[in-house]
């Protein structure tokens, strides 16, 4: 008898729900523009942020940028500043207003820090003011409106 191993086969499969095999193998992911940001952890929401923290965002300043990209389902998305500084984190409870951010959109908001160290900021009280030409929006309720 020999203490050899088995020669390495076909890649483990098991089979799935609905009945087919499926691989273990690493798939290759397809871009997002999302990927390249750092999103940060825990996301920080309207619901959990300090009151203090509240009070210093709605006194700050307005600013103006454009929507980078946003998920509804992820919840949360980007915002590319007027100025040309680095992307600020947009989490969806600070949206404002009747339509779902949309990449191309022109927008206003206020920042507030983000914690537990306070170094990254995330955009607050965000208002849609330019829907981006041509392109579908959908509002919270779920209707689509072409602007």
Known sequence: MSSEPPPPSQPPTHQSSTGLLDT??????????????VVPSPLPTRRTRTFSATVRASQGPVYKGVCKCFCRSK????????????DIFLHISDVEGEYVPMEGDEVT???????PKNEKLQAVEVVITHLAPGTKHETWSGHVVSS
């Open 24 to 37: 273990q193998q690493a798939r290759d992911r397809s871009p997002s523009p999302l990927r390249g940001n």
């Open 75 to 86: 919840g949360h998305g980007f915002i590319t500043p007027a100025d040309g500084g680095p």
């Open 109 to 115: 908001y206020k920042m507030c820090s983000i914690p």
